[in-house]
């Protein structure tokens, strides 16, 4: 979430399992001094295809949190 612009993606594959990841920075807002990323994670975990869409926010000591 750090580095990519919105819309980029970042894939990457576990080669002890063979799946595969990819997240993509999806709308990226900052209020209340809070720099906030919404994004979409795919995966093929044993042949199987997963999408998730969440939002994370990074705090104040720069590590970033999932909201709820």
Do not use: M
Request: aromatic share 14%; glycine share 2%; with cysteine.
């Amino acid at each position: 979430l750090e580095n990519k612009a919105d819309n980029q993606s970042l894939a990457w594959k576990n080669t002890k399992t063979q799946n595969q990841y990819e997240v993509t920075p999806i709308n990226t807002s900052q209020t209340n001094e809070n720099y906030c990323r919404e994004y979409l994670t795919k995966a093929l975990i044993n042949g199987k295809y997963y999408t998730q869409t969440a939002k994370a926010c990074r705090s104040y000591d720069g590590e970033w949190y999932n909201e709820s």
